[in-house]
């Protein structure tokens, strides 16, 4: 197949690449730009694990073909905070025992920084439905919601 | 579920865990994250059939397709073809007949993972099918298709205590009941992965793994003489739940064999719908059960038998069986026990390890029997168990006398203030159309591998720098292990624990600390690591005392330094100290091994294991009697584990064995169908999202033995293992009847209460 040419932000800078027409954003992110906490956990969009921002909206992106996102901006976790400036919300996973396993975290704290800046109001009900598009097995969520109200209190 | 509120943040913790930020950030590197461009791709050719021989493997069309490089078969594997934990009866790749839908016929291996995927459409297996056995109790009839040469009989366990015949008939009433249990799917986030490097005399895989020596000694047996030495390394692992406790010996040693024959890097990942079809579950089991009760509240006696479904080949079966056996009859004193367990081979997925390990399954029989007996007696539940429960002295249903310490007691009397118990059992379900139930379920877990001998080896060692760094084959699979140990190193040393740091395993490197599985890692792991790090001490303290001019007996370490107790004029630096014992050439590096004998049993009883953990749980429960919705408003753990190293840690692990356990207990069932699994995705088959997991109330008492580290316990598993009996005692408190059989969803219940009112 003849590859597509597609230019976009990621994580802030801009970039252009060749890309394979079939290939989903998840793929091209994790095997082809190096941004390999974007995860892949079921590859139809049920687990979350590969949540991106694309133009500022989580999305699942193995249910993104890598071509659309032309000319948008695309923001993975590793976009989200450093090691010396953390995001408010991976602060507070680490200080909550919101971590075990950690191979939801990524699209997890994509979603709750999204939560964070955009309904930081939100009740608890509405938290926990924000987040039920992110699955995760070891840790039975409450510790994240926790993490999520003190990043939101700051 | 209604949103609960969160009235109890949960505090701050003192030491994070040490993998936590990096995690956060997304800079951990799993398995895949790993792979470079030369890498070629494995797909495994699967069995579309549950029973069949096969006649003819023809893969010259799939080798055709560009970018295969190569097809490997049976044929192809220079070692043996056998392997698995208890019995040697999986071939990596069948060659004479398959016996699941899913087995593996042959690898595909190639430049792209597409590739891959369209030459394992174009090999072309010719089989025979065979009649196929899905049922259990048809599986051991005369005449039922045989699975494996020595018939269908995986193993047979039992528990005699006392005479139960007796037991029966002396008992004012006897209730009986017939119970089951689904297979429940791990269903970790990160499926099976391994990445395989060969080298010129040995073979290097990296991948998704519980138990790095057991992964070396299966790859060993597959590539045989071919490849003198073998080197596993323990990527990061994204959940294993024991669902990674033997799977990865095959995902493992196809990779390697991929990497063997082509001599390049290979890495097998499994997508999630070959995960679900490919890796051992939680067994399915029917428990027969009576237990006889005295009209003063007293069990008499307790006859069960137990039937697993074990899958087409043996996996953990038995030792599944074993526990599931020897918990049977709850954690209660039961003078007479007639316990018979049977694990059989179906055409079904494989059986095997998952948390809590064959308890989920015995807790929800005995459980909710002891409700129904409750009922009989016209007794509170909470009552009658408090009547019969297993205290410090007490003999246990296995016949051993108990001499370690037994937290239960306080556990029940904990959950049943803080759950308000007394008071909503009073309140009654309610008038109208939404019933609410309160019930309470126990569990007993003993200490390490069940029944068997145990041992681990750590070594703890200090650099000329003052760093400690510590070595074990147990691994970090989300547990926070690696952050226990830190704590009990720093705590023997007096060290801040970011001096102290936890080698990821390698089997090149780390001293084989037997499987992390069992609930095992703080116990065994944790004694082994505070064993040299007290031997370490001991070193330091010797040089310390001639540093400070006092005996090394009185030599206090903490904060960094040493100094003499009583003392203020002298301390020594950590670092001081440890250049001084370096100046003088003493080896800094220790190795403590922790053995935990074979117990002694035997014709159905003795002992299980020195140390046991308990816990109690209540859940409350709303159940929409139009349309059978379960869900669960309120939820109380109390666990005593001994000692507690890191109390978030400990609460976290309850909060999630409990989230686990109300997938299981509501919502979690893998069907299957001739052999077919329905349900493999995240769409049909439904794990707990935030919306279903309501507050989790945790109670911890703290009652320590000599056995673990400071007296700790392990906490792993038993935060799953009352759930489904908890939810399913609050069910029947709602409707006012038992449902034998879960998960509770809409369909079941409604359909439970339908019968219920055709009948009255």
Same mark, same amino acid.
């Given at each position: 197949?003849?590859?597509? %040419?597609?230019?976009? *932000?990621?994580? !802030? /800078? ?6 394979? #027409?079939? +290939? ?47 000319? %948008?901006?695309?923001? *993975?976790?590793? !976009? /989200? ?6 995001? #408010?919300? +991976? ?64 | ?760």
């Amino acid at each position: 197949m003849r590859k597509v %040419r597609v230019s976009f *932000t990621l994580n !802030g /800078l801009k970039k252009t690449d060749e890309v394979e #027409p079939n +290939q989903t954003l998840c793929d091209y992110l994790h095997d082809v730009a190096g941004t390999t906490s974007v995860k892949k956990g079921c590859d139809t969009g049920e687990c979350g694990a590969c949540t991106v921002l694309l133009d500022d909206m989580p999305v699942t992106s193995c249910l993104v073909l890598a071509p659309q996102v032309e000319g %948008r901006d695309v923001v *993975t976790v590793e !976009g /989200l905070g450093t090691k010396l400036v953390p995001n #408010p919300v +991976q602060q507070a996973f680490v200080e909550h025992d919101a971590v075990q396993c950690g191979y939801c975290i990524p699209g997890m704290i994509v979603t709750l920084s999204w939560v964070r800046e955009h309904v930081p109001r939100a009740s608890d009900a509405e938290i926990k439905r924000l987040m039920s598009g992110n699955l995760c097995r070891c840790t039975g969520y409450l510790q994240q919601i926790e993490a999520l109200k003190a990043a939101i209190k700051g | 579920m209604t949103a609960q509120k969160l009235e109890e943040p949960i505090r701050r913790l003192e030491v994070p865990r040490l993998d936590a930020l990096e995690k956060a950030l997304g800079e951990t590197k799993y398995t895949t994250d790993n792979v470079e461009e030369d890498a070629l791709y494995v797909r495994v050719v699967r069995s579309p059939h549950p029973h069949a021989l096969i006649r003819r493997i023809d893969s010259s069309r799939a080798e055709r397709v560009p970018g295969v490089v190569r097809i490997a078969t049976a044929r192809d594997i220079p070692g043996s073809n056998y392997i698995g934990y208890v019995v040697q009866d999986r071939p990596l790749l069948c060659h004479d007949k398959v016996r699941f839908v899913g087995d593996s016929v042959a690898l595909v291996i190639a430049d792209t993972s597409e590739s891959a995927e369209l030459g394992v459409q174009e090999v072309k297996v010719d089989y025979e099918e065979l009649p196929a056995v899905f049922d259990p109790g048809e599986a051991l009839k005369p005449g039922a298709p045989k699975i494996h040469p020595g018939g269908n009989l995986t193993a047979r366990h039992f528990v005699r205590l006392g005479d139960a015949e007796e037991g029966l008939v002396r008992a004012d009433f006897v209730v009986r009941g017939t119970y089951s249990t689904p297979i429940q799917e791990q269903a970790y986030l990160e499926t099976e992965a391994a990445l395989a490097y060969p080298k010129s005399d040995s073979m290097v895989v990296l991948g998704s793994m519980q138990n790095p020596f057991m992964v070396k000694k299966a790859m060993a047996t597959v590539l045989g003489r071919a490849v003198p030495n073998v080197r596993i390394i323990q990527a990061p692992t994204g959940g294993g739940f024991g669902g990674k406790q033997d799977a990865p010996d095959e995902v493992c040693s196809m990779a390697a064999l991929a990497a063997w024959l082509t001599k390049r890097p290979a890495l097998l990942a499994f997508s999630r719908e070959e995960s679900a079809a490919f890796h051992p579950k939680r067994h399915p089991m029917i428990f027969d059960r009576e237990m006889g009760v005295s009209s003063d509240g007293k069990i008499t006696a307790v006859r069960a038998s137990i039937l697993a479904d074990g899958g087409a080949y043996a996996s953990l079966s038995e030792r599944v069986l074993f526990v599931a056996v020897t918990t049977a009859a709850g954690p209660y004193e039961i003078p007479n026990v007639h316990i018979d367990g049977t694990t059989v081979y179906t055409n079904n997925v494989p059986m095997g390890a998952f948390r809590g390990f064959g308890k989920p399954q015995a807790s929800f029989a005995a459980e909710l029997q002891m409700d129904e007996a409750a009922e009989r007696l016209g007794m509170d539940p909470a009552e009658f168990r408090l009547r019969n429960i297993l205290k410090a002295g007490s003999t246990a249903p296995t016949g051993q006398v108990l001499t370690s310490s037994v937290g239960l007691e306080e556990c029940l009397v904990r959950a049943r203030a803080d759950s308000a118990w007394d008071a909503k059992r009073r309140t009654g379900p309610g008038q109208g159309e939404k019933k609410r139930g309160i019930g309470m379920a126990c569990t007993i877990h003993p200490e390490g591998l069940n029944g068997e001998a145990d041992a681990a080896t750590a070594s703890v060692e200090i650099t000329a720098v003052g760093q400690v760094v510590v070595k074990t084959g147990l691994t970090e699979y989300g547990q926070g292990i690696h952050t226990g140990f830190v704590h009990i190193v720093s705590k023997v040393l007096g060290t801040s624990p970011d001096r102290v740091s936890v080698v990821m395993p390698d089997t090149d490197v780390v001293p084989d600390s037997g499987p992390t599985v069992a609930s095992r890692s703080t116990v065994f792991g944790g004694k082994a690591i505070l064993l040299a790090a007290e031997k370490l001490r001991g070193k330091l303290a010797k040089v310390a005392s001639e540093m400070l001019s006092c005996p090394p007996e009185v030599i206090v370490f903490e904060g960094d330094t040493a100094r003499c107790q009583g003392r203020d004029d002298g301390r020594v630096g950590f670092e001081e100290l440890v250049s001084e014992c370096f100046r003088r050439k003493l080896n800094l590096k220790e190795e403590g091994t922790f053995v935990k004998p074979l117990p002694f049993w035997e014709a159905g009883h003795g002992d299980l294991s020195p140390s046991y953990t308990f816990a109690v749980h209540v859940a409350e429960v709303e159940v929409d009697t139009e349309t059978g919705k379960v869900e669960v408003v309120n939820y109380t753990a109390a666990h005593e584990s001994g000692t507690v190293i890191s109390r978030d840690q400990f609460e976290s692990q309850i909060i999630g064995g409990v989230a686990q356990g109300l997938g299981y207990a509501l919502m979690e069932e893998l069907i299957l169908k001739d052999g077919i699994i329905r349900n493999k995705t995240f769409l049909d088959y439904h794990i707990p999202t935030a919306a279903d997991v309501p507050h989790i109330r945790t109670i911890i008492v703290e009652a320590p033995d000599d056995f673990g580290p400071f007296g700790a316990k392990g906490v792993g598993e038993a935060g799953i293992e009352p759930v489904a009996a908890a939810v399913g005692n609050a069910v029947y408190n709602a409707l006012g009847f038992p449902i034998r059989r879960f998960p509770f969803t809409p369909e079941r219940v409604y359909e439970a209460i339908e019968e219920r009112a055709s009948r009255s």
